[in-house]
């Protein structure tokens, strides 16, 4: 996304007005767009765990995750494929959004540590990637816990649920109680790094490595980016 709408186009180090824009719109483009690719197959995945806990005689016959993926839009719909999904679209949608966001901008403020400082890229690439994706899971995880809380929290006396059995409300009420809940919407945060977060930081890392966080894969040494076009003539 950052290549398709500025690749090429010039990017001076440390002018956050004009660099800011670029890595932010990008950013929430690539999150929103993207948010909802995983939401089907944690819904076959659970579709297929589920149907094995049920007589034979009463099963769908899901035979894999897999098998459940393809078989669940023709004999639910395609929208049941979503379904419970508003709080992890929210969640990977702002989550990756505000990484990557974060990434690059920082990666544009620390460019003269291993530019002009001689300090190991890899070194800077830790350190600006951890700021990244703690400052991401602060705005993203909060959802998967609100998800987690709707499906496995038990109901109110009486057997009322929270929420009204609405994800809408659920997403509502973590708008509204976000200041006062922020610890207990951390809860198990560390496990889910373990199992799933982990993945998006190594994938973040390759991503770089390769420069999908670069918008001028010019190389810096060269004479156009040292002096310039129009003193190098």
Not at 13 to 25: A, E, G, P, Q, V
Not at 35 to 40: D, E, F, S, V
Not at 99 to 114: D, S, V
Not at 167 to 183: H, Q
Request: glycine share 8%.
């Amino acid at each position: 996304m950052l290549h398709y709408f500025w690749g090429g186009t010039w990017s001076p180090n440390c002018f956050c007005d004009m660099n800011t824009i670029k890595y932010l719109s990008f950013s929430m483009i690539s999150g929103f767009a993207s948010g909802w690719c995983g939401i089907p197959l944690e819904v076959a995945r659970k579709a297929y765990f589920a149907d094995q806990t049920w007589p034979a005689e009463l099963r769908k016959g899901y035979r894999s995750p897999l098998h459940a993926l393809v078989k669940i839009p023709f004999q639910e719909g395609p929208l049941y494929m979503f379904k419970g999904g508003l709080p992890v679209y929210l969640g990977n949608s702002l989550f990756s959004g505000w990484a990557f966001f974060m990434y690059t901008w920082l990666k544009n403020k620390t460019f003269f540590l291993w530019i002009y400082n001689d300090i190991p890229y890899d070194f800077i690439k830790v350190f600006n990637l951890s700021i990244a994706f703690a400052s991401g899971s602060v705005m993203g995880y909060p959802f998967y816990r609100v998800k987690e809380m709707m499906d496995t929290w038990p109901k109110e006396r009486g057997g009322r649920c929270t929420f009204e059995g609405s994800y809408w409300n659920a997403v509502k009420w973590l708008r509204l109680n976000y200041e006062n809940y922020t610890t207990t919407l951390l809860t198990n945060y560390w496990t889910w790094f373990r199992k799933q977060g982990s993945i998006f930081f190594i994938a973040m890392w390759i991503a770089d490595t390769y420069g999908i966080f670069t918008n001028n894969m010019t190389d810096y040494n060269t004479i156009d980016n040292i002096v310039g076009e129009d003193e190098s003539d």
